[in-house]
């Protein structure tokens, strides 16, 4: 199963609202990643946090991490109608060359 | 800007068909990587690449196989195409040389198999 899990699958908000998605990992980890997928597009790295941070900001965009409970967040100040799209975290692991991805969140930003 | 380039956005084969999927970056980087992509499933990845003629399998390498003649080329190649390789392909490229650093993205390919 995937290292990064996020919650919730959906999101419906209206502009100007903040949104809020998780993601929880199972095993100790280097650092972790949030990044965004527009429809039938690639993805686009937002933020990166390393084990040793416990929050990071960029923009708008405010991302947490809680290593003791294995658990991140993050949160779109003030959403507009682009934020609509697919959002997701992965997890780098010490000594593991590759990125774990979870199944991401959807964000839906009514206008 | 830094720039990963899949040639084809969508793609219709039929099952027992040899598919090529292509991927180019222009950052010199040793790093290479094939993901795929279903619905609840998140990314997956099938093959990595860390230098020319290098490779890695995946988490999910069956089905598949990958060349690397050139360092900005990683191709991804379906031996016998089958319908459950009906998916997303996305290849990626870390910003740095790292393995845990963030990754640059191309567009996808979206592959029918019929």
């Known amino acids: 199963s995937q290292q990064g899990e996020e919650d919730p699958q959906a999101l419906s908000i209206q502009e100007g609202e903040n949104a809020t998605m998780n993601c929880s990992y199972k095993?100790?980890?280097?650092?972790l990643q949030w990044y965004r997928q527009n429809s039938g597009r690639g993805l686009v790295h937002l933020i990166l946090?390393?084990?040793?941070?416990r929050e990071k900001h960029s923009g708008r965009l405010r991302v947490t991490l809680d290593t003791s409970k294995k658990s991140s967040s993050l949160l779109i100040t003030a959403s507009r109608a682009a934020d609509t799209a697919s959002y997701f975290c992965?997890?780098?692991?010490?000594?593991?060359?590759?990125?774990?991805f979870g199944a991401g969140t959807t964000v839906t930003v009514r206008a | 800007d830094v720039k990963v380039t899949q040639s084809s956005r969508y793609l219709v084969k039929r099952t027992g068909e040899k598919v090529f999927l292509e991927c180019v970056q222009d950052?010199?980087?040793?790093?290479m990587f094939w993901y795929r992509q279903d619905p609840g499933l998140g990314l997956r990845l099938i093959y990595f690449?860390?230098?020319?003629?290098?490779?890695e399998k995946g988490d999910i390498p069956e089905g598949y196989s990958v060349s690397r003649e050139k360092k900005e080329r990683f191709s991804l190649i379906l031996e016998s195409a089958s319908t459950n390789q009906t998916s997303m392909y996305l290849c990626?490229?870390?910003?740095?040389?790292?393995?845990?650093?963030?990754?640059?993205f191309g567009d996808g390919t979206r592959l029918s198999i019929l």
């Open positions: 690449s860390y230098d020319v003629k290098m490779k």
């Open positions: 990626a490229s870390p910003r740095t040389g790292g393995f845990n650093q963030p990754q640059h």
């Open positions: 095993t100790s980890i280097n650092n």
């Open positions: 992965a997890t780098a692991l010490r000594g593991d060359y590759k990125l774990s």
């Open positions: 946090i390393r084990s040793n941070e």
């Open positions: 950052m010199d980087h040793e790093n």
